[in-house]
């Protein structure tokens, strides 16, 4: 059985890059390959440029999906020595752990076990662990998941402090809300392949026909059967309309009056959600959020 | 290498750093002293169980009072007459005398010799005084029966029987029922100890890899050191924390023998030599490695810490005939099943070291026995290797035999 095939892509130094696709797509897999967890049966990781060495993983942080740290051990003596086998020196690394325990509000923990720790602060510890040995390249493994929304937009702060800083910024997720927040480039993919790779911006331009953002109240079921309407995606209260390519959004508007009481009507690029529904079908968006 | 530094000094800290592991090294020499030692120390100085207490007598004839004085004394026990039977009783009880001994009027034929204590279990004392108190009665009879006593010695006399043990380069050693006493518990320590550390750290290797997985802190680890580095700062790091240990228990050993064994005026198991701590350590290093090795297999073929205990009974088994033998070690060292066993990679640790402590195994049968050992450490050790760089990434569903086969193969 395949997980990952033929994928062919590369993060720039100092984007932030998105590995985004449903549960299932590859996405683990694809990192842990560029991990050098596993090997590949075929094609290479360069770093720089040349194949990736076991020196490289050194300029690597890692935040792997399957989360965890020795339960038993203290929370400072686990991230010294995962900062110890990076191969970065006490004066480097103990200010770091130091600075990033105060800045996720965890410093009266490094004292104590791991088991303690409540699962989001599990959570924010692995992510330290990840940068402490200030890493120039970081890998992200769904890094949202498990964490409230406010936790969220906090990490989402700090990856873009990293990047700001410097550093590359590799993340997978599935959550396109997230990518779409900061993402320079992404890589979309299902089923262990490329479903489209580029900037962001280009992808919108590239699959940007008009989109309508459209909240109301009523039943909008007619409007997929509009023949101007390319398709569309609904939540409860509101739904966005893709146009067809020559179509005017203001068709729509007409087409709406009378029928439903309209409360936002809003032309908009369409979203990362709704080009991947486009390009991979229905039934696989299913396990996608917006 | 760097990183394997790293690996190997984070685990002997949190090995060391064990409180377990602190008491077993401070404890360990005691234990082997209380086992090994305190017997003979009891045995050469009973009066030690006394402690410069007075043993009471009453009605005791003269010569038999001298006989027991005499005896007692070189114990550094002084007998002390009463007269009253309930003060000395008494005073046993208080602790202020070791023991009564009673001779009821009419001893030895109608009267019966009574011995008091507290506990009843100065089994030196009492046998001592029991011998006086036969050799007493019995030349008190042969006087009455009117039998010229040096007859009666010479007829009772034993005959002279020596037990010579014979090693290489003509050495003779005479060897009593209590130096083969001396060396069944010598070979008895060293086997428990081996078998304890071995089965104890191989056990701790296998729930130390058990634990990456389950922590799920394997991938970052992985993100950082190959996983034969990981697998071998494990065994690596808990070898040294062995090592350590023994380190311990041997120069303890050491100080027994060169300072406080001569203080107490006593000497140590005849077995428990340099020569012979040396083997103890070679052997402890060579089952380590491969007992470690198979369980760091193991700990990455297991999905939790109950299957690894499963999975890891057959390894154990190996272990265990050998002490279930330790009779048959010791008295047939060169049977062939022995031999077998000795040359035996999985039992070899143990069944060899015995056979060096009782008898002298044939060179090409020690150096055989270190070859084989030492292949077999680099046999598993690869084997582990393979095992382990991918079972430590499964998780979720137990493989099957097959499957692990299949590890094994992958490039």
């Known amino acids: 059985m395949q997980a990952v095939a033929g994928l062919s892509f590369e993060a720039r130094p100092g984007e932030i890059f998105g590995l985004i696709g449903p549960n299932g797509a590859g996405k683990s897999t694809t990192i842990r390959m560029i991990m050098n967890i596993i090997a590949p049966d075929s094609g290479t990781i360069r770093f720089d440029g040349s194949p990736l060495s076991e020196a490289d993983k050194d300029r690597i942080g890692y935040l792997p999906e399957e989360r965890g740290l020795y339960r038993k051990a203290k929370l400072g003596e686990v991230l010294e020595y995962l900062a110890a086998i990076k191969g970065a020196k006490p004066a480097l690394y103990r200010p770091s752990i130091d600075a990033w325990l105060g800045r996720f509000g965890l410093s009266e923990w490094k004292h104590r076990k791991v088991q303690e720790l409540s699962k989001g602060m599990a959570q924010k510890a692995q992510f330290i662990a990840a940068v402490a040995h200030n890493p120039s390249v970081v890998f992200f493994d769904e890094p949202f998941s498990g964490l409230d929304p406010l936790a969220q937009d906090e990490l989402l702060a700090v990856m873009v402090e990293l990047k700001q800083k410097g550093a590359t910024v590799l993340f997978s997720t599935h959550i396109m809300e997230h990518a779409e927040k900061i993402c320079e480039r992404i890589l979309l993919m299902d089923k262990g392949k490329e479903v489209v790779y580029g900037s962001m911006a280009d992808i919108k331009a590239r699959y940007g026909r008009n989109a309508v953002q459209l909240e109301f109240d009523g039943d909008a079921s007619f409007v997929a059967g509009l023949d101007f309407v390319e398709s569309v995606v609904s939540y409860p209260r509101w739904i966005e309309v893709e146009m067809k390519d020559d179509a005017d959004p203001d068709a729509l508007f007409r087409a709406l009056a009378g029928r439903l009481r309209v409360r936002r009507f809003e032309t908009v690029a369409p979203s990362l959600h709704k080009i991947f529904v486009r390009l991979v079908g229905g039934e696989e968006a299913q396990n996608v959020q917006a | ?411």
Request: glycine content about 8%; aromatic content about 8%; charged content about 15%.
């Open chain 2, 1 to 411: 290498m760097s990183r394997l530094r790293y690996v190997i000094r984070h685990e002997f800290r949190l090995t060391a750093a064990n409180k377990a592991f602190v008491i077993l090294t401070i404890l360990g020499p005691f234990l082997i002293f209380a086992v090994s030692v305190l017997p003979s120390l009891l045995a050469q100085s009973p009066g030690a169980v006394a402690s410069g207490k007075p043993l009471a007598l009453s009605g005791a004839p003269p010569p038999v009072e001298q006989a027991l004085t005499a005896t007692f004394s070189g114990m550094g026990i002084g007998v002390e007459r009463v007269d009253d039977a309930a003060a000395a009783k008494d005073s046993v009880l208080d602790g202020s005398r070791i023991a009564f001994l009673s001779l009821e009027a009419g001893w030895p034929d109608s009267g019966k010799a009574v011995w008091y204590s507290k506990s009843g279990a100065e089994i030196a004392l009492y046998s001592a005084a029991s011998a006086v108190l036969e050799a007493a009665a019995r030349e008190a009879r042969i006087v009455e029966s009117g039998v010229d006593p040096a007859l009666v010695a010479k007829v009772l006399s034993p005959p002279s029987f020596e037990v010579i043990k014979l090693d290489k380069g003509g050495a003779e050693e005479a060897r009593g029922s209590d130096s083969f006493v001396e060396v069944l518990m010598t070979v008895l320590v060293f086997v428990m100890l081996i078998y304890m550390t071995v089965l104890l750290y191989g056990q701790m290797i296998g729930r130390s890899v058990v634990t990456e997985k389950t922590s799920k802190t394997v991938e970052i680890m992985l993100s950082s050191v190959k996983s034969q580095d990981l697998m071998f700062g494990k065994i690596l790091g808990l070898g040294l924390a062995g090592l350590l240990q023994y380190a311990v228990w041997v120069s303890m050993a050491f100080l027994l023998k060169r300072f406080v064994g001569p203080l107490l005026g006593l000497s140590l198991p005849a077995g428990i030599s340099t020569g012979n701590l040396v083997w103890l350590v070679v052997f402890f290093i060579l089952g380590f490695f491969l007992y470690s090795s198979a369980y760091a297999a193991l700990g990455a073929a297991s999905e939790d810490e109950q299957h690894l205990g499963q999975m890891a009974w057959p390894l154990i088994m190996f272990l265990i005939v050998p002490l279930v033998m330790i009779s048959t070690l010791v008295t047939s060292p060169d049977s062939t099943l022995v031999v077998i066993l000795s040359l035996f990679p999985l039992t070899s640790p143990i069944v060899m070291l015995a056979r060096v402590l009782v008898s002298s195994p044939p060179v090409w049968q020690l150096a055989l026995c270190l070859a084989l050992l030492v292949a077999a450490v680099a046999g598993t050790a690869v084997l582990a290797a393979k095992i382990f760089r991918v079972g430590i990434l499964m998780t979720g569903k137990r493989p099957k035999l097959k499957e692990v086969l299949r590890w094994v193969t992958v490039k």
